[in-house]
């Protein structure tokens, strides 16, 4: 095959490497931040994104209005900004971000009440957020909440339609498994059967840029931190992250970057970088497995490079990524590396992988604690305050 035949490996993405060869690292705010944007090769941004909003519709106490944006490279972004009905004060701003879940063919959707969810989105509540919708329910208790598609998930997936021949051997391979099933794969299954093959050649491309997948999904959520900070009727002296899974690694990286970041929540994603040897390796993504990340320290010890942040760190007892002993471990390092301070809080739940209406409860708790959503808010009978 030669090369005016043979599919792009980056369809979709053709302009990344340029733009990573012609951006800076992004710049943190402390020299300690900026050894993991080093690390991670966070690119710098471009500037505040323009938004556009397509749509907003209030249902059910909630108004949500769907928003997208240009960033500096790849497909357009799609994110939803969802607040209390009818709030009318400053609200303190969360940033909601969605989990790995081995569904890259939605993204953000999976957090947020919509009139027309894709059922992917639907299974993907059902099966590991208890049925809830993370960032809806969020935004009831008193917050602004911008819940986005990171890159390579959603809105910002790669174009895998004509699939690179790596990824569409495997992929040829998985659909003659499913006819000899009798399986009938939706066009959701199809593609995420074919991104999940695909990821290795994402990040063999980004480490070729001198980058890493986390850090391409770091610029995405610096670029929406900016957004939601920026947004009117948002208080960016109170600024929050929550994420469960890939979306817990994501929560914690960011609240290291950046520094507006006030409250962290890191539900089933903490262990140690050696629990994971040997036999839990390949139940991970290259979102927490960058090469080189470890010579900085430990998973847990990342969070001492975020300057401001408060952390809720949830884990489950019978979570089939995490050894058991990795995550007391991770809980016990935590303890002694945030001793004498309230910046660490650690919670043990029974049950496996799946972020719990019971884990989302205290998870609002912390963030309505930390970020005081009912302290200058006029609207007080919006927040779940008596």
């Given at each position: 095959?030669?090369?005016?035949?043979?599919?792009?490996?980056?369809?979709?993405?053709?302009?990344?490497?340029?733009?990573?060869?012609?951006?800076?690292?992004?710049t943190a705010p402390a020299?300690?931040?900026?050894?993991?944007?080093?690390?991670?090769?966070?690119?710098?941004?471009?500037?505040?994104?323009?938004?556009?909003?397509?749509?907003?519709?209030?249902?059910?106490?909630?108004?949500?209005?769907?928003?997208?944006?240009?960033?500096?490279?790849?497909?357009?972004?799609?994110?939803?900004?969802?607040?209390?009905?009818?709030?009318?004060?400053?609200?303190?701003?969360?940033?909601?971000?969605?989990?790995?879940?081995?569904?890259?063919?939605?993204?953000?959707?999976?957090?947020?009440?919509?009139?027309?969810?894709?059922?992917?989105?639907?299974?993907?509540?059902?099966?590991?957020?208890?049925?809830?919708?993370?960032?809806?329910?969020?935004?009831?208790?008193?917050?602004?909440?911008?819940?986005?598609?990171?890159?390579?998930?959603?809105?910002?997936?790669?174009?895998?339609?004509?699939?690179?021949?790596?990824?569409?051997?495997?992929?040829?391979?998985?659909?003659?498994?499913?006819?000899?099933?009798?399986?009938?794969?939706?066009?959701?299954?199809d593609y995420n059967a074919?991104?999940?093959?695909?990821?290795?050649?994402?990040?063999?491309?980004?480490?070729?840029?001198?980058?890493?997948?986390?850090?391409?999904v770091a610029y995405d959520?610096?670029?929406?931190?900016?957004?939601?900070?920026?947004?009117?009727?948002?208080?960016?002296?109170?600024?929050?992250?929550?994420?469960?899974?890939?979306?817990?690694?994501?929560?914690?990286?960011?609240?290291?970057?950046?520094?507006?970041?006030?409250?962290?929540?890191?539900?089933?994603?903490?262990?140690?970088?050696?629990?994971?040897?040997?036999?839990?390796?390949?139940?991970?993504?290259?979102?927490?497995?960058?090469?080189?990340?470890?010579?900085?320290?430990?998973?847990?010890?990342?969070?001492?490079?975020?300057?401001?942040?408060?952390?809720?760190?949830?884990?489950?007892?019978?979570?089939?990524?995490?050894?058991?002993?990795?995550?007391?471990?991770?809980?016990?390092?935590?303890?002694?590396?945030?001793?004498?301070?309230?910046?660490?809080?650690?919670?043990?739940?029974?049950?496996?992988?799946?972020?719990?209406?019971?884990?989302?409860?205290?998870?609002?708790?912390?963030?309505?604690?930390?970020?005081?959503?009912?302290?200058?808010?006029?609207?007080?009978?919006?927040?779940?305050?008596?």
């Amino acid at each position: 095959m030669d090369e005016a035949t043979r599919p792009s490996a980056i369809a979709g993405y053709e302009d990344w490497p340029a733009y990573v060869r012609s951006h800076p690292r992004h710049t943190a705010p402390a020299p300690r931040a900026q050894e993991l944007a080093d690390a991670l090769g966070v690119p710098a941004a471009s500037g505040l994104p323009e938004v556009t909003v397509h749509w907003e519709e209030t249902y059910d106490g909630a108004t949500t209005s769907e928003l997208s944006w240009q960033l500096g490279f790849g497909p357009r972004t799609t994110g939803w900004l969802v607040r209390p009905a009818g709030s009318s004060g400053s609200l303190p701003g969360v940033l909601a971000l969605h989990c790995h879940g081995g569904n890259k063919f939605g993204g953000a959707d999976r957090l947020v009440e919509l009139p027309a969810n894709h059922p992917s989105a639907a299974a993907a509540r059902a099966g590991l957020y208890d049925g809830r919708a993370l960032a809806t329910d969020i935004a009831r208790r008193g917050f602004a909440v911008l819940a986005h598609d990171s890159f390579a998930w959603g809105s910002r997936k790669f174009d895998l339609s004509i699939p690179p021949w790596r990824t569409a051997s495997a992929l040829e391979a998985r659909r003659a498994l499913w006819r000899q099933d009798g399986v009938v794969p939706s066009e959701a299954d199809d593609y995420n059967a074919a991104a999940g093959f695909h990821e290795d050649t994402v990040a063999k491309t980004a480490g070729l840029l001198g980058t890493s997948l986390a850090g391409m999904v770091a610029y995405d959520d610096l670029a929406a931190l900016d957004i939601l900070a920026a947004m009117p009727g948002v208080d960016s002296s109170r600024l929050g992250c929550i994420g469960f899974s890939g979306g817990g690694g994501r929560s914690l990286v960011l609240a290291a970057l950046d520094s507006r970041v006030r409250a962290s929540v890191v539900a089933c994603m903490m262990t140690t970088f050696e629990s994971l040897l040997p036999a839990y390796l390949d139940a991970h993504s290259w979102l927490l497995q960058t090469p080189g990340l470890w010579k900085l320290g430990d998973w847990p010890e990342l969070t001492t490079r975020a300057a401001t942040s408060t952390f809720l760190v949830q884990y489950a007892l019978a979570d089939q990524l995490f050894p058991e002993d990795g995550m007391r471990r991770a809980h016990g390092m935590l303890e002694s590396l945030h001793a004498g301070t309230a910046r660490y809080t650690g919670s043990f739940w029974s049950g496996g992988h799946v972020f719990t209406s019971a884990m989302q409860d205290e998870a609002l708790d912390f963030l309505a604690a930390t970020l005081e959503p009912s302290a200058t808010d006029p609207d007080q009978h919006l927040l779940g305050t008596p």
